[in-house]
């Protein structure tokens, strides 16, 4: 296992060592109630060490307070009355050696559980007998010239519900709801900021009195207890109110003589909307808030949502025994409506339980076709065939659909699935060969298999560039710009540049997508386990290795569900299946929970309203993301998908997070927005398979109209991409931060459209490289990685360099090209200042075998 620790990390494990844990009681813990829930603080150090990182779970994260000032506290809300049987303080360096452990029914009037002196840090384990709902350490002398520092603290007990206030739900009812304001001090500090959940980001008004900010709940809610985490600016004298019309406000709590920081008040009220309007500043500026949550009545959750399910309408599961002219019809239909849906509203989940089947499955836009046997070989169907007659034989424009776990028998001997970006092709058995070419041998610019076996050829034919990963196949006919393979059995020898092969005999890491299978006649989602230097299909020997979980243990997901609901199921420790449809979000889904599976079918399609982030998971283990669309909304979002938390190095190579198959839009349906698509910080990362899409057609398109400038930017260390398309960004589309980043394939355009020159400059640097390597990292390495650019609006505009990278040892690239679409515009050099100028009607690419 890799160690990486930090200098805290490394005094906490100094403390550990030279202080003896208080022993815990030999009887079973009850359970943990405090983590995840919503804490507050007397004063905070700074922005990276608020009081919620003292009951998130994770030993790398701490609150600490302020130095040089006694007493300080902390405390949770643990949402509803609890018998409490033990404490848990994981401290800091910065430690306590005189504190007390205090409860409250209401947040205001506190009894003591137990008071410590001569207090010595390390892990003290504290047995406690008494009830409450609010739990908090209030710290009387601290053992060094710091503040009071905690790691952990962790809350023992079991819920009552009793109690006053136990009513008061535990959840943010404005975390991430419409806000407005006053006033805003600049451009960077807007209302939302309050509400996004994120204490790093704030609102701030003018210095002015008097000044205001509010909230929309949605619907007239009761209100029981407002928290306000402030800013250096903070408000002296204010009232916190309510409103049924944002128009007639009644005052919930009034505050006089205000010091700042954090602070929750219980109150009592209802109201849609709830605003915090000041009347006196603490300081020469403004007012600002780092965060503001509400917390209703009625949000507790009540019973447990329920797992499993029915999958819905837009999910056919077809039987051997039905027959084979009514299982073709059914799918010519779903085809007939979704063959040239490039943006249609339609999605589709075409399921086969184990058997033989005598029908082709035509297989349009925003369709998934999966076998339900427990190996591909468990059912057979006589094709699963895409074509391009819908754009008169041009295959370029074939995106969102998937065939997985199934075998195919084809009539005529050979399966042809003719697509470009987003259409996996996974735990395939093709009993033939493959034609990846549309009828006539138009154009194509695909595409990704993995986990397949081909017993015949696979013919690219016009395919500008694919990817391959852990298959086994007959032979491979031919190369156009860019084919690269990892850990493929058949595959034709490393050649490049002529012909363009770029081949690896193993994939480092990978782990196989998870699926839905039928055990008898229950669903269940397998889990394939992770692999190391992987060559060949993973069921050569049998099942798949892995882990099988009922789809009980999933909240399945119908659109129109609200995210309030999906966040409460993830909460109550269900995995997520979203069914075939389009689902809007008011607010972030927030994946917290180690191993948390959320899967899609059909191209399920998340649109995130208001500007929110639309998915945002934990720095935690093992968690995979499969088989869905997210689509940006028409309100510019910071992230459409964040993966880790900021500045977060924790070691998950053992259970890695995996993306596979998610799919990031902005444009096309409609006039989306996005600062960048997918945001990775956790390190050890699997990237399978992703296209990143700014649209350059459809709806809502334009240099200023889908405005978005990075499509993936990695901070984390150790991520591997495998199979990464990123097009069409306004800057850089890849810009990599972290350490020992590896991609085996790349597949890029840059924007089509900027309207000149002047328009498309990195300072004094002619446009923007594809993918970027930041001047920090020291090692880097990339396999077969291509850049083409066309650019309609000037053909005229040069790009300096496809790929830009430091220039260390550790440092490499394998097999990079870069194109000029029919001359419309030129690359000066492939990367940095090596290689030869790309320009001119002949596409002929210019290629770099390895740099340095």
């Known amino acids: 296992m890799q160690l990486r620790p930090t200098k805290a990390a490394i005094a906490v494990l100094a403390g550990l060592l030279a202080v003896p844990l208080i022993n815990a009681p030999a009887y079973a813990d009850d359970p943990l109630l405090s983590q995840g829930k919503t804490a507050t603080a007397s004063s905070v150090e700074h922005n990276g060490t608020a009081p919620g990182l003292a009951v998130d779970g994770d030993d790398g994260t701490r609150w600490s307070s302020v130095a040089g000032a006694d007493p300080q506290w902390l405390r949770v809300d643990l949402g509803a009355s609890a018998h409490l049987s033990k404490v848990v303080l994981n401290w800091e ?76 739900g535990a959840g943010n009812a404005a975390l991430n709801r419409p806000a407005t304001a006053s006033s805003t001090e600049n451009a960077g500090t807007p209302a939302k900021n309050a509400f996004d959940g994120d204490t790093a980001t704030r609102w701030s008004s003018a210095a002015a009195d008097p000044q205001w900010l509010r909230v929309d709940l949605g619907s007239v809610r009761e209100i029981c207890e407002v928290g306000l985490n402030w800013e250096a600016a903070y408000g002296r004298d204010f009232t916190i109110q309510s409103s049924a019309d944002g128009t007639n406000w009644t005052t919930l709590k009034t505050v006089t003589g205000g010091t700042g920081g954090t602070a929750s008040y219980q109150v009592t009220g209802s109201g849609r909307y709830v605003r915090v309007h000041g009347t006196a500043r603490g300081t020469g500026y403004g007012y600002s808030l780092w965060e503001v949550a509400v917390r209703v009545k009625g949000d507790g959750g009540g019973e447990d949502l329920p797992g499993g399910g029915d999958l819905g309408p837009n999910v056919k599961v077809f039987d051997p025994s039905m027959p084979a002219a009514t299982i ?19 999605r589709y989940a075409l399921m086969f339980r184990p058997g033989s089947y005598d029908v082709n499955v035509n297989t349009g836009f925003y369709t998934s076709v999966h076998g339900l046997g427990r190996n591909p070989d468990d059912v057979t169907v006589k094709g699963v065939s895409v074509d391009a007659g819908w754009f008169n034989g041009n295959a370029t424009q074939n995106f969102w659909r998937s065939t997985e776990n199934l075998s195919v028998a084809p009539y005529d001997g050979t399966n042809r699935w003719a697509v470009s970006q987003a259409a996996p092709f996974r735990r395939m058995h093709i009993k033939g060969a493959l034609n990846l070419a549309p009828s006539g041998y138009g154009w194509a610019s695909g595409g990704y298999i993995a986990d397949s ?41 490393n050649s ?33 386990g992770r692999r190391t230097d992987a060559r060949g299909i993973s069921w050569a020997n049998g099942p798949t290795p892995g882990t099988s979980v009922p789809l009980a243990a999933f909240y399945v997901a119908r659109p129109g569900v609200t995210a309030a609901t999906l966040n409460r199921a993830l909460a109550q420790g269900l995995h997520l299946l979203f069914t075939p449809g389009i689902y809007h979000l008011d607010q972030t889904i927030e994946v917290n929970r180690a191993n948390t599976i959320v899967m899609g079918l ?22 995979k993301l499969a088989g869905f669309l997210i689509d940006a909304g028409p309100v510019n979002s910071p992230t459409l998908i964040e993966i880790g938390r900021q500045g977060a190095h924790t070691d998950h190579s053992a259970n890695p997070v995996s993306l596979q198959d998610v799919f990031v839009r902005v444009g096309g349906q409609f006039a989306g927005k996005a600062t960048a698509g997918l945001v990775v910080h956790s390190d050890d990362t699997i990237i399978d398979h992703t296209w990143i899409w700014r649209a350059d057609h459809g709806d809502g398109v334009g240099w200023n109209v889908n405005t978005a400038d990075y499509g993936l930017r990695v901070h984390g260390d150790d991520v591997l991409a495998t ?47 594809a993918y970027k390597v930041d001047d920090s990292v020291n090692v880097h390495e990339g396999w ?60 002929i690419p210019s290629t770099v075998v390895s740099y340095p």
Not at 471 to 488: D, E, K, P, R, Y
């Open 93 to 168: 360096a910065a430690y306590a050696t005189g504190y007390r452990i205090q409860t409250s029914q209401d947040g205001t009037t506190w009894t003591d559980l137990k008071t410590v002196t001569g207090g010595d840090g390390g892990v003290d384990s504290l047995e406690v007998t008494g009830d409450g709902r609010y739990v908090r350490m209030l710290g009387t002398a601290r053992a060094t010239g710091y503040g009071y520092s905690l790691w952990e603290f962790k809350v023992y007990g079991t819920t009552t519900g009793g109690g006053s206030g136990g009513e008061c």
């Open 328 to 346: 073709q019809a059914q799918i010519d239909q779903i085809y007939q409506q979704q063959e040239a849906a490039q943006f249609g509203l339609g």
């Open 453 to 493: 076996k081909i017993d015949g050829q696979v013919g690219p034919y016009s395919q500008q560039q694919w990817y391959t990963r852990d298959s086994t196949i007959g032979g491979w006919v031919n190369s156009v710009w860019n084919m690269t393979f990892s850990g493929v059995q058949g595959a034709p020898a």
């Open 496 to 528: 490049f540049p002529e012909p363009r092969y770029t081949t690896l005999d193993t994939t480092p890491v990978s782990r196989e997508k998870p699926y839905l299978y039928l055990d008898g006649d229950g669903y269940r989602v397998f889990v394939p």
């Open 602 to 623: 059909g191209l399920a399609t998340l649109v995130p309203q208001g500007g929110i982030t639309a998915m945002r998971v934990a720095d935690v283990d093992g968690v």
């Open 723 to 769: 199979g990464l398309f990123v097009e069409h960004f306004q800057k850089y589309n890849v810009q990599w931060s972290g350490e020992r980043g590896r991609t085996i394939f790349f597949q890029n355009e840059l924007a089509y459209d900027p309207p000149n020159q002047a328009a498309f400059m990195n300072g004094s640097v002619k446009g923007w490289a």
């Open 784 to 843: 077969g990685m291509g850049s083409y650019c066309v650019f309609t609006s000037d053909p005229t505009i040069e790009v300096d360099h496809g790929f830009e990278a430091p220039v260390k040892p550790g440092v490499r690239f394998h097999s990079l090209l870069v194109v000029s679409l029919g001359g419309k515009g030129r690359y000066n050099h492939v990367i940095n200042d090596t290689g030869a100028p790309a320009s001119g009607t002949d596409t």
